[in-house]
């Protein structure tokens, strides 16, 4: 940015405040960069307009920012007006969760796929179908839970480290949370499917085996559409509910 | 004025600061292009400091009023070379301006005529 009024290294220094602003602002998922832009062009302007021979760029920075309001404040002003492309977004995020985890499905599956039994009989055990889902649904909520509990620790680390950008900031990220969202149930299929891979030698009977393999079809097929749905009907439920709590304008 | 600032009497409540902005962003980009920055400051000044803007409240206004077509946005260059978003009226939010300053001086002037003011001319 030219500012012939301050020194370099004070530039340096308020450039890596206002990406650091930027970071902060992108991670509450609200914002579009287009809109994050737009705000920092306003910063921007308001710190350049401060003219103070008493206070250092920085201190003029942190007085622009300010005015604007905190981030929270801004991204929660921000959501009513961005729901439909926020939902875009989320939504292309989640499709990429689901591609990648599909992917990784096909890569570590395909070779298992020798082991089948050809000429098994195939028929619906409700039963088998609900253990499997349960058992996928467990997996889901035990990483969601981690996760949940994980982003706002890596966020304090990240912000407890000052200037230096911590690798874990990257689970602050809107795109990582949402393809987590969707990423997370397939990799619980993943994970029962390698363990239904490897007890495979339990199953005496073709039948035995027919009714499993039926059963892992479905739920593997339901569950990464239906786990992702429940967390996002209940976290808009939260968000509606909040915001209801705080409308204003 | 500080005085009165402190009882809160001159202070327009949030309430009507709400309410005021969408005819008072129109009013602005009805006399020609102009960005966020500008804006704002053109309210404080205009306002002589009463009608206090958080500055992060004016841009989601500003988008709802792009997406429901009264205002055009685009993107150019500001003074530094850097990106900017200005805005115009558009045609759509020439009439709802009108309608606006119509309704707006029907209060008014129902307080001036209570108060044994003035009123002002209508549209």
Known sequence: ?249 | MALQRMQGFAVASKELVAASTKPIILAILSRGESYGYAIIQEVRQRSGGELDWTDGMLYPVLHRLERDGLVKARWGKSETGRKRKYYRLSSQGGRALRVEKTQWLNVHNTLADLWGIKPCPTP
């Not at chain 1, 966020?155 to 480290?161: E, G, I, N, P």
């Open chain 1, 1 to 249: 940015m030219p500012d012939a009024l301050t020194p370099n290294a004070q530039v340096d220094d308020v450039e890596t405040m206002i990406c650091h602003w930027r970071d902060r602002l992108a991670a509450r998922g609200a914002l579009s960069g287009e809109a994050i832009e737009e705000l920092e062009d306003h910063l921007r302007a308001e710190w350049q307009n401060i003219v103070s021979s008493d206070l250092t760029a920085e201190e003029r920075l942190l007085i622009a920012s300010h005015r604007l309001g905190d981030v929270d404040r801004l991204a929660e002003q921000f959501k009513p007006v961005c729901g439909a492309q926020l939902w875009a977004r989320r939504l292309r995020w989640m499709i990429a969760g689901y591609v990648l985890v599909f992917a990784l499905n096909l890569v570590v599956f395909t070779p298992l796929k020798n082991l089948q039994i050809v000429g098994y009989q195939i028929f619906l055990d409700l039963g088998t179908v609900w253990s499997i889902a349960l058992t996928c649904l467990g997996v889901f909520l035990a990483m969601a839970i981690g996760l949940a509990v994980a982003i706002p620790w890596c966020a304090s680390r990240s912000q407890r480290r000052g200037g230096v950008k911590s690798p874990w900031s990257v689970m602050t990220r809107p795109w990582f949370l949402y393809t987590a969202i969707v990423g997370m149930p397939w990799l619980a299929v993943l994970i029962h499917r390698l363990g239904f891979s490897i007890s495979l030698s339990r199953f005496t009977s073709a039948a035995e085996f027919g009714r499993f393999a039926l059963a892992d079809q479905i739920t593997s097929l339901m569950i990464p559409f239906a786990a992702p749905l429940m967390v996002l009907i209940v976290a808009s439920a939260l968000q509606k509910k909040s915001q209801s709590s705080n409308a204003e304008m």
